[in-house]
Nanobody, 120 residues
């Protein structure tokens, strides 16, 4: 119903920057919330940042002041600008979307994940 395609992951040195993108497509009426979560080996998946359709944002404590989430509602795309990257930011980053389908049902979707590796 909602397909998410992520891009922009890769390898970067500590202190560097990366920008992730997540494009949503499918048979939906509206994407209400888009967000990024991450999971490092041996750890639970955790919130990175979320953004509502009106631009309200929420960030995980570990990324506040370094990461910025934004979205282009016309393109159904969310972005995550990651600056001042640290070794502990290494993880698989997953895009998530909460959508309202054309039949008015709510639908939650996950992307396939993109690897972000920060090296010293």
């Amino acid at each position: 119903q909602v397909r998410l395609v992520e891009s922009g992951g890769g390898l970067v040195q500590t202190g560097g920057s990366l920008r992730l993108s997540c494009a949503a497509s499918g048979r939906f009426y509206r994407i209400n919330v888009m967000g990024w979560y991450r999971q490092a080996p041996g750890k639970y998946r955790e919130l990175v940042a979320v953004i509502t359709s009106s631009g309200g944002t929420n960030y995980g404590d570990s990324v506040k002041g370094r990461f910025t989430i934004s979205r282009d509602n016309g393109k159904n795309t969310a972005y995550l600008q990651m600056n001042s990257l640290k070794l502990e930011d290494t993880a698989v980053y997953y895009c998530n979307a909460e959508a309202t389908l054309r039949n008015s049902e709510d639908f939650n979707s996950w992307g396939q994940g993109t690897q972000v590796t920060v090296s010293s």
